[in-house]
């Protein structure tokens, strides 16, 4: 199967129908590691974006803290981002995403951002459903404090200075469906078409995106049995399916007719379409019990289980339940948000 995008009218050779190259969406050279799985991630979401013909100044980025957390340096240059404290970005996120609903929001954190200080944190900007793509780009350890084990280190990893951990890890994609995420996917760092097209559903999804992006840290964290390393991602990835992205209004042509029930197609809330191509499995992304299972099957078999893994459409975002006004919270004038006398006058009378 060929599936294929039209080129929209207003794109160049060199430019997206924004009017931007590519450059217009990178950031500052990266500081990490080189062959850090971090910046393969910041590269992709450059593409993304680019591809999307998404405007920089419509994106806010956020992180915490830790190699993950300084991902958004490296990408998205002209647009406005807040580097926040250990585990607190999901609620200075909430926050400005509440005051300016037409933004979107893209959160970068790591293994131990999320998954230990953060997990608070994490489980209610699940259960609100803040309209904002959330990647975890993890590698297993604490890359920026020289290596200690992550939450989400596997039981029984040894590392030369650490020893052996003796705990079970937290899987980031099992968390995010119990607290009843409206988008979960999982992707490897060493797939960089599939880590695109991710993150592409993300940000044309409505509400919370969680992706659990596999990030070898090359330093501290990449030896070959390492769940977590590049050889060990490369030998145990499966796929659910292969997935494309269709924007909206694009058309799709398809080289040959398909059998019926061998892709698949979710329509996103703002006209685009993801596109899945099942593999070995039959597998529903929309079935919450089917995603809940195929990852716990994946935790028995030592798979690095890759793909959508689930997605609701149907549930609102956070800022869809409140009656806000067109204009953003944080452009009201004082004399906007100051009651009128009258109506202060009629509150008192019915207090007293």
Not at 112 to 120: E, N, P, Y
Not at 191 to 206: F, G, S, T
Not at 248 to 256: A, F, G, N, V
Request: aromatic residues 8%; contains cysteine; proline residues 4%.
């Amino acid at each position: 199967m060929a599936i294929e995008n039209l080129p929209m009218a207003g794109a160049t050779a060199n430019t997206n129908t924004a009017g931007l190259t590519k450059n217009d969406y990178r950031g500052a050279p990266s500081t990490l590691c080189q062959g850090c799985g971090h910046n393969s991630i910041s590269n992709q979401i450059v593409s993304a974006l680019y591809e999307m013909n998404v405007v920089p100044e419509d994106v806010l980025k956020f992180s915490g803290i830790g190699c993950s957390s300084k991902s958004p340096t490296y990408f998205l240059n002209r647009t406005f981002g807040f580097n926040s404290l250990h585990g607190r970005m999901p609620s200075i996120a909430t926050g400005a995403l509440f005051a300016d609903a037409r933004m979107k929001g893209i959160g970068v954190s790591g293994d131990g951002d999320t998954a230990s200080i953060g997990m608070g944190q994490f489980k209610h900007v699940m259960r609100r459903n803040v309209n904002m793509v959330y990647i975890v780009e993890n590698n297993g350890v604490y890359g920026l404090t020289k290596g200690q084990f992550s939450a989400t280190a596997e039981k029984g990893l040894q590392l030369k200075k650490q020893g052996e951990n003796p705990y079970m890890p937290v899987d980031i994609c099992m968390e995010a469906l119990v607290s009843n995420a409206t988008f979960v996917a999982r992707s490897f760092a060493g797939n960089p078409k599939q880590v695109k097209e991710l993150i592409k559903a993300a940000l044309a999804h409505n509400g919370i995106a969680v992706l659990d992006i596999i990030s070898p840290c090359v330093t501290f964290n990449n030896q070959e049995n390492a769940y977590h390393s590049y050889a060990w991602g490369k030998d145990h990835e499966e796929p659910l399916h292969e997935i494309s992205y269709v924007a909206p209004r694009s058309e799709i042509i398809l080289e040959q007719e398909m059998n019926e029930g061998e892709i698949r197609e979710v329509a996103m809330h703002d006209g685009s379409t993801v596109i899945l191509k099942n593999l070995e499995r039959g597998y529903d992304p929309t079935n919450r019990y089917e995603a809940l299972r195929v990852l716990e099957e994946a935790q028995q078999n030592n798979w690095l289980l890759t793909g959508l893994i689930y997605v609701n459409t149907s549930k609102p975002a956070l800022t869809d339940i409140y009656n806000l006004v067109d204009t953003p919270l944080n452009r009201l004038t004082d004399a906007e948000l100051r009651p009128e006398h009258a109506m202060i006058d009629k509150i008192n009378a019915l207090m007293f």
